[in-house]
């Protein structure tokens, strides 16, 4: 998702040094190429071989490096298409509000006025709780730099508060947010829908499906990335939320029903990947049914159809459904698309290989309301996503 990306990561001297490794070795394999400026402070915490070795790349610890070629902190500033500062301690923070530039990484961060600049802020927490600290992370966001608020939690020396690096993958989330995509889907409200409903038999039973929400996460993750302001309607699944997505959790298909159409009106998109149940018990014991009274047939009836309904109420939305079948796949992803209007229906086969529920990766038919038919091959479910998007920012 970073792949051509030049990601300058900027290391400072705070416990949380160590975990900058992480964040290094996450960006890699996304496919950026890694430059990192470590501060005196930081080489007493890790050493910059790790660095070095991670990144495959030469490790800047010093302003005034005999063996630099040209001016590099000029040319790392030139060169990256955003600066990470992860951690950031208050005295780097400190200095890059104030314009000081008495290292090679806050001349960087000066001579890098045009570029994105993330910073990541951990420290104790009486530290972080410090007005004059506080003061000087509002003064750099107020001169665009994007400050990640720091995790609450037992910090290193031993106090409980703010000031905790967030989680690697996170961070990198953030930069994936900043940078992979261009944001063409800004001032957009999106709605997406993930995972399974869960129909309930009694208190302890249900009827669900094998969705684990892989697909519909993986749009809201992108539809962020791109821009979009997003809403993920999702039923259970084991997935982490994603960062900067409303995520509203619902059970049954009766929630999800609920809480699609209270928004549906104030939405610009609606993907719909979520696998609602089609069937419902018809009567839900209030107690546990016990083995020996159990008739052994439950009696069925149809759930509402989301799609359908918003189908018929569509006014200027983009509407996009998900068709998994065993069998006839174009046939009855046409009738699903046409018989709900939609604008595009995404079609994938429970029987192609590398495509349906649980795996990372899919193959899908996109098949738009114009009869254009587009198939696409296997792919990950993110880079799927991002094929989607751009189908839906064209129309
Ligand atoms: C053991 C130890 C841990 C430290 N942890 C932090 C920290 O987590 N955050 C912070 O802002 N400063 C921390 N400091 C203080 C910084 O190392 C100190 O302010 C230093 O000047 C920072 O330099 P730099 O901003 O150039 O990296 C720590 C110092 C020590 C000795």
Same mark, same amino acid.
């Given at each position: ?61 010093s302003l005034f490096d005999p063996n630099e070629q040209g001016v590099p902190h000029i040319d790392l500033a030139r060169r990256a298409d955003a600066i990470l500062v992860a951690p950031a301690t ?57 400050? &990640?608020?720091? =995790?609450? +939690? ?6 409980? $508060?703010?000031?905790? %690096? /967030?989680? *690697? ?52 993750? &992108?539809?962020? =990335?791109? +821009? ?6 999702? $039923?259970?699944?084991? %997935? /982490?939320? *994603? ?44 107690q546990k049914t016990k083995k020996e009274n159990a008739k052994l047939n439950i009696e069925l009836e149809k759930t509402d159809d989301i799609l359908k309904y918003l189908g018929s109420k569509k ?54 309301k114009d009869g254009s038919v587009t198939t696409l091959p296997m792919d990950t479910k993110e880079n799927l996503a991002a094929v989607i998007l751009d189908k839906i920012s064209a129309m």
């Open positions: 998702m970073l792949k051509g990306k030049n990601i300058l990561l900027g290391v400072t001297g705070g416990i949380a040094a160590y975990k900058a490794c992480d964040i290094a070795s996450r960006l890699i394999k996304l496919g950026a190429d890694v430059h990192v400026i470590m501060t005196k402070a930081a080489c007493e915490f890790v050493a910059p071989l790790t660095f070095k070795s991670l990144t495959n790349n030469k490790v800047h610890t208050a005295n780097f923070i400190a200095k890059a509000a104030n314009g000081i530039a008495d290292d090679m990484l806050t001349s960087t961060i000066l001579a890098a006025n045009d570029k994105k600049i993330i910073i990541s802020p951990a420290m104790n927490t009486h530290m972080y709780e410090n007005q004059i600290v506080q003061e000087n992370l509002e003064k750099l966001r107020g001169r665009g730099f994007v400050v &990640i608020k720091s =995790a609450s +939690g037992r910090l290193a020396c031993g106090s409980v $508060g703010m000031g905790k %690096l /967030p989680e *690697p993958c996170d961070i990198v989330e953030r930069v994936v947010q900043e940078v992979a995509f261009e944001k063409t889907l800004s001032g957009k409200k999106v709605l997406i829908t993930a995972g399974p409903t869960q129909e309930a038999i009694d208190p302890v039973r249900y009827i669900t499906n094998h969705s684990t929400g892989k697909m519909g996460y993986a749009l809201a993750r &992108i539809a962020k =990335a791109k +821009g979009a302001t997003v809403t993920l309607i999702t $039923g259970k699944t084991s %997935l /982490p939320k *994603p960062i900067g997505v409303d995520t509203i959790e619902v059970v049954s298909s009766r929630d999800m029903f609920r809480e699609v159409t209270e928004r549906y009106f104030d939405t610009d998109i609606v993907i719909k990947a979520a696998a609602v149940a089609d069937f419902k018990p018809k009567t839900v014991n209030d006014a200027h939305q983009v509407l996009v459904g998900f068709c998994m079948e065993t069998e006839n796949l174009l046939e009855n992803a046409q009738k699903k698309l046409l018989g709900k209007n939609l604008d595009m229906i995404c079609a994938n086969s429970l029987t192609t290989p590398g495509a349906g529920f649980g795996v990372d990766t899919n193959v899908l038919t996109l098949i738009e």
